[in-house]
């Protein structure tokens, strides 16, 4: 969960942030006290894109008004794909943090749900988690129906159980779903002495070796990872820090521990999530990963970057600048790591040109681990589940063709596509895609000239370049394109696009690299093209029109 804001707490100046003493609350589930919502519940399905709100996305999850931006409490229950989220049920931009609930069958189709835990003077409801605690151990179900039970983070305001501006993490559990929460008696369940202002972001991950579960957090600005351990949900144990590596120019926030098999192969890894802002290899917020042994105490991240390292060093689950907060679908089906993600950036986040919403989630995605050249690294892939909800949608048109040193159009029309392109460069020395551009306008012309998408055989750098594809006023911050370079055969690559009504996702080399980018086009430009330079390219071009 973050502050709007790149200046970094008065607390980074203390070092001995990281080294607080635990405190425990005793605990009493006697008096639960009831979360009620009087957000009103939008309709079945929600508002679509138009004229008048041209880039309210078709196949990504967001509210039907109002902010969101972190998702919280992702959990597969029952048959149902839960999103909670950080939102404001109040307005537009940053503000009054509750969670916000959707549910979803296949990760595509979203039905928005009443706010589950809504602000109010004493408390807002920052970023957690949810675990069905299917043996009751929690003691606040019943072993007939077990609690969903959330951990958050306490964001203490007037007359708050402790000081204003503290933050805490708490509990609540519903035993409905998650339709209601009763928010546990004894909150905070755990807290650290002295009390911090940044300590946050609690997810949990079970150990089967020791049968506890085991909580990462953060202190914040102290870039510091702290993790405990319980077999109850509610009293907690501490084990240990991890810092010191990595990329350390902002706040580190949302962490999450992960066990993997590397593929392959019968070994298992563990991989520690952590999304850093400012300070991401795109400017402003990103998301880093490292890989190593947890030994039910400790992490120990394996070749990780040093913290004076260049960010090309460090390992980064997205280069394009909006992917942030992803997290895991607790439970979800599969065998995989299945991420659900944030697609703004706190650069510019608060002014893109949406309303009466502002915010959208990334398209859920499947992690990999793989031996890479020098070491593990990860994959991604557009989940299976979304993947088949998208391709149900209709049948692919595919087009295949050669343009030597041009820009050629194609028959392809859409607000948003699933495109899978294969590119040869040939002779040429780039080439790539034009997407959501006004047909008069060449590759480079005028503020309309589309979304372009390349690919450059001396450089082996895949760009996206989004600075000629619409409105880009509303922030000086809002970079104009994002780069990474493949390890890919010197003269072909291969590409999965997803565009949507105001983002691309560009999945490369079966997921070798990912750059995730909003961006606002104009209603009416649908314009598809490809294009080379300095000689001829080859391109196989399979699309599915997901709105018209």
Request: charge should be negative.
């Amino acid at each position: 969960m973050t502050f709007p804001s790149h200046r970094l707490s008065r607390r980074q100046l203390l070092a001995a942030s990281a080294a607080v003493v635990v405190s425990f609350t005793a605990a009493s589930c006697t008096a639960p006290r009831t979360s009620e919502s009087t957000t009103p519940v939008p309709a079945l399905g929600g508002p679509q894109s138009s004229a008048s709100d041209p880039w309210r996305p078709a196949v990504h999850l967001t509210a039907s008004k109002n902010w969101l931006n972190d998702p919280n409490g992702l959990v597969f229950h029952d048959g149902t794909y839960h999103a909670f989220y950080q939102y404001n049920p109040r307005g537009n931009s940053w503000g009054n943090m509750s969670w916000g609930h959707s549910i979803s069958k296949d990760l595509v189709h979203w039905e928005e749900r009443p706010v589950a835990m809504e602000a109010g003077p004493e408390e807002e409801i920052f970023s957690g988690c949810i675990v069905v605690d299917k043996d009751n151990a929690s003691g606040l179900g019943s072993a007939e129906n077990p609690p969903m039970v959330a951990l958050y983070t306490s964001a203490y305001g007037r007359n708050g159980r402790l000081p204003q501006g503290a933050q805490a993490q708490s509990v609540a559990f519903s035993l409905d779903n998650g339709t209601t929460w009763k928010k546990y008696h004894g909150n905070p369940v755990l807290n650290l002495q002295p009390t911090n202002n940044n300590f946050r972001d609690p997810k949990i991950t079970w150990y089967e070796p020791g049968r506890y579960w085991v909580m990462t957090t953060v202190v914040a600005d102290a870039q510091v990872v702290k993790m405990f351990k319980s077999t109850d949900l509610l009293q907690w144990d501490f084990l240990s820090d991890f810092s010191g590596v990595g990329a350390q120019g902002g706040l580190w926030e949302v962490p999450e521990l992960l066990q993997m098999r590397v593929e392959g192969s019968t070994a298992r890894k563990w991989v520690m999530l952590l999304s850093i802002n400012p300070g991401g290899i795109a400017g402003g917020s990103g998301m880093q990963y490292f890989v190593g042994e947890f030994d039910g105490t400790t992490f120990t991240a394996e070749n990780a970057a040093a913290p004076d390292a260049p960010l090309t060093e460090s390992q980064w689950l997205d280069h394009g600048a909006d992917y942030y907060a992803a997290n895991s679908i607790t439970g979800a089906p599969g065998g995989k790591p299945i991420l659900l993600g944030w697609m703004g950036n706190w650069d510019y986040a608060q002014h893109v040109p949406t309303t009466p919403w502002r915010g959208s989630m990334a398209i859920p995605r499947e992690l990999t681990l793989v031996r890479g050249e020098q070491r593990l690294e990860l994959r991604s892939a557009i989940a299976a589940a979304a993947v088949s909800a998208l391709e149900a949608k209709g049948g692919a048109d595919v087009k295949d063709l050669t343009v030597d040193s041009e820009v050629r159009e194609l028959p392809l029309t859409a607000r948003s596509q699933l495109l899978d392109v294969e590119l040869d460069l040939g002779t040429a020395t780039e080439a790539g895609i034009l997407l959501r551009r006004a047909s008069h306008d060449g590759p480079g012309e005028g503020a309309d000239g589309g979304l372009r998408i390349s690919w450059n055989a001396g450089s082996r750098t895949l760009k996206v370049d989004r600075s000629q594809a619409g409105t880009t006023n509303f922030s000086e911050n809002f970079s104009p394109w994002h780069e990474v370079r493949l390890p890919a055969s010197e003269r072909t690559v291969r590409l999965r696009i997803l565009l949507d009504s105001s983002s691309v996702e560009v999945f490369a080399e079966d997921g070798q690299a990912v750059v995730s980018d909003t961006f606002f086009p104009g209603w009416d430009n649908l314009g598809t093209a490809v294009f080379s330079m300095d000689g001829a390219a080859s391109f196989s071009v399979r699309s599915r029109t997901l709105q018209p």
